[in-house]
């Protein structure tokens, strides 16, 4: 983007009503954060992602990202499943409603994106405790899945092309989302952990001792959600997919690995850190376990594990002193709260006016809100973030050819166009 138009887009960016979301004013704010979400991503591979930062602080944007990440967390906890038992509600496609549910995907990656940078994490201000609990909501995600539950979300990247799915398949989807949405959470909580000394007064004490973060930390280190094993393969969740891993790169650390890693170094060897956190005989047994892991292998790939390994020898045979009790007043998050209370009793009442104004588009509607849709994943910005070479729609290989009407799908043969083109046609018609 234009650095003119990436400070417009920065600008308009602003709070929405829960009742509001879907609605046409709403669905600009998508688009200006989808577009800010793309352009900060092409910035940061290219390491110019410092207009963006600085165009964040000056607006003070930050608070105002976290407000609507925690706002679509609502919707989709208290108005989803609503809308989706609702008997009226037989939408003629399940985009605008995906796009809602994409929308938390979009910011919480464009806050993995700056967060690395401290001054985007004091601009927060006090907005930082309710994402600090938002991460810890993800991360409690992230420790409860079984296996099994890993294994079912395999190559499970969403797909806004997809065919129209039913209520019960959105819900799916949703749940396969929430996969990778946690995984940024863990990466921008990482980022929040590396700058504990410019947070606010009660942001450490939330993260040691209201959540426990370090002994949620050991149960991801334990368990790692983002690997499993199948068929006696060792398969792990990287840059949206699931990949398997040959036999020599097993002991190879992901950066998942790291981020968890790093945000325990930072939580445990941080003198401030050491003088709040509770060590109890529960907490000290939980953070022992990490001792098992930290091999000469993991040390080698990062070296800042021997500070840890070190404080874990020590903490294995002293007893910490306890905590000084030197907090009188403790900062609490307000925007969870807040959009609860103003909100409670109203879920079903939401839900029915956004089935009747928001998700059921008259086919004008749809083809207009197409178009919109098609500037903003414009196939230029499209291409220069997909990693990957593009793959035939029906049968899955390198492709080179594309619908040339929409210019949106893929195929390998005429053979396979002709075969999906049945399928494809409605989109095509809207998208051209």
Request: hydrophobic share 40%.
């Amino acid at each position: 983007l234009p650095p003119a138009e990436a400070e417009a887009l920065v600008r308009a960016l602003q709070g929405s009503e829960l009742r509001d979301i879907g609605g046409q004013g709403w669905l600009r704010q998508h688009e200006y954060v989808e577009k800010l979400n793309m352009h900060g991503i092409l910035s940061a591979s290219a390491g110019q992602e410092q207009l963006l930062t600085e165009l964040l602080v000056t607006h003070a944007k930050i608070p105002v990202l976290i407000g609507e990440l925690i706002s679509v967390e609502i919707w989709k906890h208290k108005i989803f499943p609503v809308l989706c038992r609702l008997e009226d509600f037989k939408p003629r496609s399940t985009f605008p409603i995906y796009v809602v549910l994409h929308h938390e995907a979009s910011i919480i990656n464009l806050l993995e994106t700056v967060f690395f940078f401290k001054e985007i994490c004091e601009s927060a201000e006090d907005s930082i405790l309710d994402l600090i609990d938002y991460c810890h909501r993800k991360l409690i995600l992230l420790a409860a899945r079984s296996t099994k539950a890993k294994a079912l979300l395999g190559d499970g990247a969403q797909n806004p092309k997809a065919d129209p799915v039913p209520p019960q398949e959105l819900q799916k989807q949703a749940e396969m989302m929430e996969f990778e949405i946690s995984l940024k959470a863990l990466s921008v909580l990482r980022f929040i952990t590396d700058q504990v000394d410019s947070l606010p007064l009660g942001a450490l004490t939330r993260m040691l001792n209201t959540h426990n973060l370090p002994c949620l930390l050991v149960e991801l280190v334990e368990h790692c959600p983002w690997s499993c094993w199948e068929a006696g393969k060792l398969k792990k969740f990287e840059n949206g997919t699931w990949h398997t891993v040959p036999p020599e790169d097993q002991v190879k650390m992901t950066k998942l690995d790291g981020q968890v890693w790093l945000a325990l170094l930072n939580l445990l060897l941080s003198p401030e850190c050491q003088r709040k956190y509770r060590f109890d005989g529960f907490n000290k047994s939980q953070l022992l376990k990490l001792r098992a892991f930290l091999t000469d292998v993991l040390i080698d790939q990062l070296p800042n594990l021997v500070e840890m390994q070190r404080f874990l020898s020590y903490l294995a045979v002293t007893e910490p002193a306890p905590p000084k009790k030197d907090l009188i007043l403790e900062q609490v998050p307000v925007l969870w709260d807040h959009i609860l209370k103003k909100n409670s009793g109203k879920w079903e009442a939401i839900a029915k006016h956004q089935v009747k104004h928001a998700f059921s588009p008259t086919e004008e509607e749809l083809k207009l809100q197409a178009r919109r849709w098609a500037q903003t994943y414009s196939l230029d910005m499209m291409e220069a973030l997909a990693t990957d070479k593009p793959r035939c729609r029906v049968c899955g290989v390198e492709a080179a050819k594309r619908c040339s009407r929409c210019r949106n799908e893929w195929y390998c043969t005429r053979a396979c166009q002709v075969q999906h083109w049945q399928k494809h046609k409605p989109a095509c018609n809207l998208m051209a």
